[in-house]
């Protein structure tokens, strides 16, 4: 589907957070873990990017950027578009201020993120072993 195609299956049944989201617009969260900033600074970077471009405008998109820390507090079964931004840390493991969520994640992939397009941009030092493995594993626990 379209990014601008209007998403049916979000006015249904939507908490009034989410259907308020929606009414002003669709909206696209943008959650990131990092380690020492530098997905975070990437995540703030693609909100503004967003923000600032006419065609994401003229489909009204209105991204969101939360800290991975905070996602007991994320409705994901009403997030239409979700871009995920994560960094590996030591030996392939989330950021600390990840844990939580990827542990989370594990658990709930399966009912969470039905209905949602998503995207994951894996970051990591390609000089270890375990290049992007947080980001990656991410990305097949969405895909299952």
Not at 90 to 97: A, N, R
Request: charged share 25%.
């Amino acid at each position: 589907a379209d990014i601008c195609e209007p998403e049916e299956t979000a006015m249904k049944e939507s908490p009034a957070d989410g259907l308020q989201a929606v009414i002003e617009g669709k909206p696209v969260l943008i959650v990131y873990g990092t380690e020492y900033g530098f997905a975070k600074e990437l995540a703030h970077t693609l909100a503004q990017k967003i923000s600032d471009d006419s065609e994401a405008n003229s489909c009204g998109l209105r991204p969101r950027v939360v800290n991975s820390l905070y996602f007991a507090q994320i409705n994901f079964e009403v997030e239409p578009v979700i871009l995920g931004i994560f960094s590996t840390s030591g030996d392939g493991v989330p950021p600390t201020e990840s844990k939580e969520f990827f542990d989370w994640l594990e658990n709930n992939q399966e009912k969470t993120f039905v209905g949602s397009s998503y995207s994951i941009l894996a970051l990591g030092d390609s000089s270890y072993p375990h290049f992007c493995a947080c980001g990656k594993r991410i990305d097949q626990m969405l895909e299952t």
